[in-house]
C-alpha cells in the first residue's frame, strides 16, 4: 500500500483500524453479412453535392485522414468508405438524409467511434455521418438541472459542465474522454453510474431525429412528465442508428452530491464479493453509487502494462471491489460506509481496504477500474470481449470455466464489470490467432450466458459483432417486430445497415 492512504485493514484480534429462454446454437444459422444489391454506389455527382451541403470544413477524403473513422476503438473492424461527413447543424444532417435516402445511399453514423461491437464503422463503404461537429450545448435550466445539446458534444465536457452548474451528470463510463452523448444515447450506454441512476431511458426527457427521409422529428421536452401516447424517443435510445440519426437531446440530471467518497476492497474468495454487495446494499443503503468488480487476472494485467496505473495494496488478492458513495452528508456517509467496513472486516469478508482520502486518490482508484479496456487492448492482437448480463449466483461461473477450458492456450483471461448491475465484462486475450481456441470461446460463452438465465448484450449493444447471436437472446417474434420497425422507419435500409440484424449471404 502506497504512503498516504487511509488503511481500513484489520490489524489484531481485538479491534478494527479505520476508520428466457435458451435456443440452443444450432438453430441458428451464422452467415457473413453480404453487400445489399439495392444500394447505389457513391457517384462524383453525388459527392459534389454532399461535400457542398457540409462546406469544406465538413469533409474528410485523404486515405490516410480516412482510416480512424474506417477502423473501430479495438482495430478489429474495419470499412472502406471513401468520405467522412461531419456536418455542424441539423439541417445540414437532414439534407444528407433527404439525398441518401432519394440515391439509395447507405450511412453509418459516428460519434467518438468507442464502441466494442462494431457499431460504428463501415462494414463495406458506407458512407460515415460523424456528428463531431454538432457539439453545442443549447440550453440548461440551473432550477430542474435539465441539459439540452447536440449529439457531438464529447460526454466529459458535459459532464464538467453540468457539474460547475452543480449538478451530476447520470451517465460516467471510461471513454468519457472521447465518447459522444449522441453515440452514448444511439447504444444506450451503461456505465458506472447505472447503479444510482438507471439507464438513459430514465434521464432523457427528449430527443432530435432525423428520420432516413431527412425529416426532422422534435421530440425535444423539458417536461417531466408527459404521457400522451407512445414515447417515441425510446425507439430511438438504443436503436445503434439504425432508426434515425440523434442530433440533439434534453437530459434531466440530478443535483451534485456534496460528499462523495471511494474505497477499494481486497477479497479473497467471489462468494465473499457477492456476499458483499447483498450487505452493502442493506448498510450503505441509498447513498451508494458504485459498485464495480474486478478480478486479480484484470488487475495485474492493467498495473503491469499500463505506467499510469497503480494497485493501492502491496499485496494482491484473487478479486477487488470499488465502491463509491455519494451524499451529502459528509459525517453521515462517513460513518455509514466505515460501520459497514467494520462489518465486513468482523464478519472477515474483506482482506483489505483502502479509503480514498482526498480528489487525486479516488481518481487513482478509478483509474484502476477504468483503464481494463486499455490494458486488455494492449495485451495481445487478438481479442474476445464479452460483455454479459449474468445472475448474480452464476456471475463468476462462467470465468472460472473459460479458464478451465482455455488451460491449454497462451491467453489471458480476465474479468471486470459492474456487478451491482450483474453485468459481467469478459475478455480473452491472445498474441497469436489460433482456431482452436476461437472455437472454444465462441458460441460457447452465449451459449452458456443465455442457458443461465443471461443476455448476450448488458451495455454495449449488438452492432456487427453480435448480431447473429441475437436470436439466442430475443423472442423470434420479437425481432419479427424489431423489423417492421425498421422496416417502417428506414424503409430504403440505409440507416446503419448489417448492424443489429444479421444478414444471410444472397
Ligand atoms: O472493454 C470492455 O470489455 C468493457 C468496457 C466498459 O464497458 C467498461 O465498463 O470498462
Ligand atoms: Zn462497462
Same mark, same amino acid.
Given at each position: 500500500?502506497?504512503?498516504?492512504?487511509?488503511?481500513?485493514?484489520?490489524?489484531?484480534?481485538?479491534?478494527?483500524?479505520?476508520?428466457?429462454?435458451?435456443?440452443?446454437?444450432?438453430?441458428?444459422?451464422?452467415?457473413?453479412?453480404?453487400?445489399?444489391?439495392?444500394?447505389?454506389?457513391?457517384?462524383?455527382?453525388?459527392?459534389?453535392?454532399?461535400?457542398?451541403?457540409?462546406?469544406?470544413?465538413?469533409?474528410?477524403?485523404?486515405?490516410?485522414?480516412?482510416?480512424?473513422?474506417?477502423?473501430?476503438?479495438?482495430?478489429?473492424?474495419?470499412?472502406?468508405?471513401?468520405?467522412?461527413?461531419?456536418?455542424?447543424?441539423?439541417?445540414?444532417?437532414?439534407?444528407?438524409?433527404?439525398?441518401?435516402?432519394?440515391?439509395?445511399?447507405?450511412?453509418?453514423?459516428?460519434?467518438?467511434?468507442?464502441?466494442?461491437?462494431?457499431?460504428?464503422?463501415?462494414?463495406?463503404?458506407?458512407?460515415?455521418?460523424?456528428?463531431?461537429?454538432?457539439?453545442?450545448?443549447?440550453?440548461?435550466?440551473?432550477?430542474?438541472?435539465?441539459?439540452?445539446?447536440?449529439?457531438?458534444?464529447?460526454?466529459?465536457?458535459?459532464?464538467?459542465?453540468?457539474?460547475?452548474?452543480?449538478?451530476?451528470?447520470?451517465?460516467?463510463?471510461?471513454?468519457?474522454?472521447?465518447?459522444?452523448?449522441?453515440?452514448?444515447?444511439?447504444?444506450?450506454?451503461?456505465?458506472?453510474?447505472?447503479?444510482? *441512476?438507471?439507464?438513459?431511458?430514465? !434521464?432523457?426527457?427528449? #430527443?432530435?431525429?432525423?428520420? $432516413?427521409?431527412?425529416?426532422? @422529428?422534435?421530440? &425535444?421536452?423539458?417536461?417531466?412528465?408527459?404521457?400522451?401516447?407512445?414515447?417515441?424517443?425510446?425507439?430511438?435510445?438504443?436503436?445503434?442508428?439504425?432508426?434515425?440519426?440523434?442530433?440533439?437531446?434534453?437530459?434531466?440530471?440530478?443535483?451534485?452530491?456534496?460528499?462523495?467518497?471511494?474505497?477499494?476492497?481486497?477479497?479473497?474468495?467471489?462468494?465473499?464479493?457477492?456476499?458483499?454487495?447483498?450487505?452493502?446494499?442493506?448498510?450503505?443503503?441509498?447513498?451508494?453509487?458504485?459498485?464495480?468488480?474486478?478480478?486479480?487476472?484484470?488487475?495485474?494485467?492493467?498495473?503491469?502494462?499500463?505506467?499510469?496505473?497503480?494497485?493501492?495494496?502491496?499485496?494482491?488478492?484473487?478479486?477487488?471491489?470499488?465502491?463509491?458513495?455519494?451524499?451529502?452528508?459528509?459525517?453521515?456517509?462517513?460513518?455509514?460506509?466505515?460501520?459497514?467496513?467494520?462489518?465486513? *472486516?468482523?464478519?472477515?469478508?474483506? !482482506?483489505?481496504?483502502? #479509503?480514498?482520502?482526498?480528489? $487525486?486518490?479516488?481518481?487513482? @482508484?478509478?483509474? &484502476?477500474?477504468?483503464?481494463?479496456?486499455?490494458?486488455?487492448?494492449?495485451?495481445?492482437?487478438?481479442?474476445?470481449?464479452?460483455?454479459?448480463?449474468?445472475?448474480?449466483?452464476?456471475?463468476?461461473?462462467?470465468?472460472?470455466?473459460?479458464?478451465?477450458?482455455?488451460?491449454?492456450?497462451?491467453?489471458?483471461?480476465?474479468?471486470?464489470?459492474?456487478?451491482?448491475?450483474?453485468?459481467?465484462?469478459?475478455?480473452?486475450?491472445?498474441?497469436?490467432?489460433?482456431?482452436?481456441?476461437?472455437?472454444?470461446?465462441?458460441?460457447?460463452?452465449?451459449?452458456?450466458?443465455?442457458?443461465?438465465?443471461?443476455?448476450?448484450?448488458?451495455?454495449?449493444?449488438?452492432?456487427?459483432?453480435?448480431?447473429?447471436?441475437?436470436?439466442?437472446?430475443?423472442?423470434?417474434?420479437?425481432?419479427?417486430?424489431?423489423?417492421?420497425?425498421?422496416?417502417?422507419?428506414?424503409?430504403?435500409?440505409?440507416?446503419?445497415?448489417?448492424?443489429?440484424?444479421?444478414?444471410?449471404?444472397?
Amino acid at each position: 500500500m502506497a504512503l498516504g492512504w487511509k488503511r481500513l485493514v484489520k490489524t489484531n484480534n481485538f479491534g478494527y483500524h479505520f476508520v428466457h429462454q435458451f435456443r440452443a446454437v444450432s438453430q441458428i444459422s451464422y452467415t457473413r453479412p453480404s453487400k445489399n444489391a439495392s444500394f447505389s454506389k457513391l457517384s462524383s455527382e453525388d459527392i459534389s453535392y454532399l461535400k457542398r451541403v457540409v462546406t469544406p470544413r465538413g469533409v474528410v477524403e485523404e486515405k490516410e485522414a480516412l482510416e480512424p473513422f474506417n477502423t473501430d476503438w479495438i482495430g478489429k473492424y474495419k470499412g472502406n468508405s471513401s468520405i467522412v461527413l461531419k456536418p455542424s447543424s441539423t439541417d445540414q444532417v437532414s439534407k444528407i438524409l433527404q439525398y441518401c435516402y432519394e440515391k439509395k445511399l447507405p450511412i453509418v453514423p459516428q460519434g467518438g467511434n468507442t464502441g466494442l461491437v462494431g457499431g460504428s464503422v463501415p462494414v463495406f463503404d458506407e458512407i460515415i455521418l460523424n456528428l463531431g461537429n454538432m457539439n453545442r450545448i443549447r440550453d440548461f435550466d440551473n432550477k430542474s438541472g435539465i441539459v439540452t445539446c447536440e449529439a457531438g458534444v464529447v460526454l466529459e465536457s458535459l459532464s464538467n459542465f453540468v457539474s460547475e452548474q452543480g449538478y451530476t451528470f447520470p451517465l460516467d463510463l471510461g471513454a468519457k474522454g472521447s465518447c459522444q452523448i449522441g453515440g452514448n444515447l444511439a447504444t444506450n450506454a451503461g456505465g458506472t453510474r447505472f447503479l444510482r *441512476y438507471g439507464s438513459l431511458h430514465g !434521464s432523457t426527457l427528449g #430527443l432530435e431525429v432525423v428520420l $432516413s427521409n431527412g425529416k426532422v @422529428l422534435n421530440m &425535444l421536452s423539458s417536461l417531466r412528465k408527459d404521457n400522451t401516447g407512445y414515447h417515441l424517443p425510446h425507439l430511438f435510445i438504443g436503436s445503434e442508428g439504425t432508426l434515425g440519426i440523434i442530433t440533439a437531446a434534453s437530459i434531466c440530471c440530478p443535483k451534485k452530491c456534496r460528499s462523495v467518497h471511494t474505497a477499494l476492497l481486497g477479497v479473497d474468495s467471489f462468494d465473499k464479493v457477492t456476499e458483499l454487495l447483498v450487505r452493502c446494499k442493506d448498510e450503505v443503503g441509498e447513498i451508494l453509487s458504485a459498485f464495480e468488480f474486478m478480478d486479480r487476472n484484470a488487475v495485474e494485467l492493467a498495473t503491469k502494462l499500463l505506467s499510469h496505473v497503480r494497485d493501492p495494496f502491496s499485496e494482491s488478492f484473487p478479486f477487488y471491489v470499488l465502491i463509491e458513495t455519494s451524499g451529502s452528508n459528509e459525517h453521515h456517509d462517513m460513518e455509514k460506509l466505515e460501520k459497514f467496513l467494520e462489518y465486513c *472486516y468482523s464478519g472477515d469478508l474483506i !482482506s483489505d481496504a483502502v #479509503l480514498a482520502q482526498d480528489q $487525486s486518490q479516488m481518481n487513482q @482508484l478509478w483509474t &484502476l477500474r477504468e483503464s481494463m479496456p486499455e490494458a486488455v487492448n494492449r495485451s495481445g492482437k487478438h481479442i474476445f470481449k464479452y460483455d454479459l448480463s449474468i445472475p448474480l449466483e452464476h456471475f463468476y461461473t462462467l470465468v472460472t470455466e473459460m479458464r478451465s477450458r482455455l488451460v491449454e492456450y497462451p491467453c489471458h483471461v480476465v474479468s471486470w464489470g459492474h456487478i451491482g448491475d450483474c453485468n459481467l465484462h469478459l475478455n480473452i486475450s491472445s498474441s497469436e490467432s489460433n482456431e482452436s481456441l476461437s472455437k472454444l470461446i465462441e458460441p460457447y460463452v452465449y451459449e452458456w450466458t443465455c442457458s443461465h438465465g443471461g443476455s448476450i448484450s448488458a451495455e454495449h449493444g449488438v452492432g456487427r459483432v453480435k448480431s447473429k447471436y441475437l436470436p439466442m437472446s430475443k423472442d423470434m417474434e420479437a425481432i419479427e417486430w424489431m423489423k417492421q420497425l425498421k422496416q417502417l422507419f428506414d424503409p430504403v435500409g440505409i440507416l446503419n445497415p448489417y448492424k443489429i440484424f444479421s444478414q444471410r449471404e444472397e
